[in-house]
């Protein structure tokens, strides 16, 4: 059975960076063929994706609010997805979450126990 762990997050102020690491551990994860994506929830609000990169690492998406801001990498020697946030803004306040799904699968079907980000103002 596969695990991702996130970890990375914290309190800053708006302005600030944080980096956010999710490993990948248990065969599952043991192949590159992994799509992986970076997703958060705010309080009353849904979960929603903030990004996405491929398998191999040359396809990203984002979403509007952090095109320009964020920016997600992998790393697969090390099985670990990363995710930059810079000129963080009191609204990227949210419990973020790494997910892991099959490159041929739609669906995300691993997840992460979720890290905390608070952005003050």
């Known amino acids: 059975q596969g695990q991702l762990v996130e970890s990375g997050g914290g309190l800053v102020q708006a302005g600030g960076s944080l980096r956010l690491s999710c490993a990948a551990s248990g065969q599952t994860f043991s192949t590159n063929d992994m799509g992986w994506g970076w997703f958060r929830q705010a309080p009353g609000k849904l979960r929603a994706l903030v990004a996405r990169?491929?398998?191999?690492?040359?396809?990203?998406y984002y979403t509007d609010s952090v095109k320009g801001r964020f920016t997600i990498s992998r790393d697969n020697a090390k099985n670990t997805v990363y995710l930059q946030m810079n000129s963080l803004k009191p609204e990227d306040t949210a419990v973020y979450y790494c997910?892991?799904?099959?490159?041929?699968?739609?669906?995300?079907?691993?997840w992460g126990q979720g890290t905390q980000v608070t952005v003050s103002s």
């Open positions: 997910a892991a799904k099959p490159s041929w699968s739609v669906d995300y079907n691993s």
């Open positions: 990169i491929n398998w191999s690492g040359d396809s990203t």
